[in-house]
Structure formats: C-alpha cells, structure tokens
C-alpha cells in the first residue's frame, strides 16, 4: 500500500516562494504518475501539475511559467517548487500517485499567500 506524506508547506509572503516536497513509501514511484492537486474551501480539487514516469509534465493554466514538477526517483519523492506566489495560491496542496488502477493521496499541505 502507497503512503504519501507532504511536507514545506507554510505561510509566505506575495512574491515568494515554496517548495512543497511528497515523498512516497510502500512502493516506488519511479513508474507512477506523480502530481500535485489543490483545493480551494468548497470547491473540488484542481491539478497544480502532474510528472509521468517518463518524466513529461502538464500544468494548470493558473500555475504555468510560476511552478515547476520534479521527481527524485532515488528518493522516492516528487516536489513543486513554487515561485511568484499570489493570494489567489493559497489552498491546501495535495499529493497524488496514480499507477495503473491504484491512486493515492496524502494528507495535504497548507500554503497560505499573504499580500
């Protein structure tokens, strides 16, 4: 079974930066669809950005050019580096694994964008 624990998020100041960090366990993510997912107080769940096993990336409209994916294979844990952050960033971050029919999330990481 797939455990994912998020970690780095925080509260930060317009402008700046984060680097959210999701390291798996139970199973290696070298072949998986790694992504990060937030979520707004009652609204569902939108891609932030996904990396695929053979390491291509897709973003979120909102996010393009400000955020980057990454994966660390050996370390069996997948990042966002987040730059140029905006109010409108904040949301609880979520941490995907998606391999076949098996998905899993964490348990979420807040990130709070003050202006």
């Known amino acids: 079974q797939v455990h994912l624990v998020e970690s780095g998020g925080g509260l930060v100041q317009a402008g700046g930066s984060l680097r959210l960090s999701c390291t798996a366990s139970?199973?290696?993510?070298?072949?998986?669809?790694m992504g990060w997912y937030r979520q707004f107080p009652g609204k569902q769940r939108e891609l932030v950005a996904v990396?695929?096993?053979?390491?291509?990336?897709n973003y979120g409209d909102s996010v393009k050019g400000r955020f980057t994916i990454s994966r660390d294979n050996a370390k069996n844990t997948v990042y966002l580096q987040m730059n140029s952050l905006r109010t409108e960033d904040t949301a609880v971050y979520y941490c995907?694994?998606?391999?076949?029919?098996?998905?899993?999330w964490g348990q979420g990481t807040q990130v709070t964008v003050s202006s």
């Open positions: 995907n694994f998606r391999w076949r029919i098996i998905t899993t």
């Open positions: 139970g199973s290696s993510i070298s072949v998986a669809t």
């Open positions: 990396i695929d096993g053979g390491g291509s990336t």
